[in-house]
């Protein structure tokens, strides 16, 4: 008969092991993304709605887990107006307008993840307005969000210089 100890340990019993001090998780669609805080190891497993529910609840991304619901079932002027209606209802949720490759209006919508003790980043999605185009959201730290402002600020400094001197 085969020793005990010898038996495989199951997945289940191996992700009960895990503890929240040395793993932060993170919620990927119907994934969910486990880094090892010390080695960086990345582990992906499917979410169990326990995990989705518990994930959701965090108050930090209440704004954007609502923007997802409300906004992203939607594609082009659609999405656009829906992000316009969640934008009214949520102060904090800024929309910036723009020009894409077809020379259409689309909408940069920017999305804070904070609660009253922390600001922990912002989600940007672009709606396109009609190439049919999924949104495309991406994500900013604070350090990120500097960057960008101070790239923002360089462009359009260089930008009058130039002007300047071709007239």
Not at 41 to 58: G, W
Not at 139 to 155: M, P, S
Request: aromatic fraction near 10%.
């Amino acid at each position: 008969m085969a020793d005990k100890s010898m038996k495989k340990r199951s997945p289940r019993s191996l992700k009960a092991k895990r503890s929240w001090k040395t793993w932060d998780r993170r919620l990927r669609g119907f994934l969910v993304e486990e880094r090892h805080l010390k080695t960086g190891k990345i582990i992906y497993h499917k979410a169990t709605p326990d995990e989705i529910e518990m994930l959701r609840e965090l108050e930090i991304h209440r704004i954007y887990h609502q923007f997802q619901k409300r906004v992203l079932k939607y594609a082009g002027y659609e999405a656009m107006r829906a992000a316009e209606r969640f934008a009214k209802s949520h102060p904090s949720v800024a929309i910036v307008r723009c020009d894409d490759d077809f020379h259409a209006s689309s909408s940069l919508v920017l999305i804070p993840h904070e609660d009253e003790k922390e600001y922990f980043g912002t989600s940007v999605a672009f709606i396109p307005q009609c190439t049919g185009e999924k949104t495309i959201i991406f994500f900013l730290y604070d350090c990120h969000l500097d960057g960008l402002l101070t790239a923002l600020r360089l462009v359009r400094k260089r930008s009058r210089q130039g002007n300047r001197k071709q007239r």
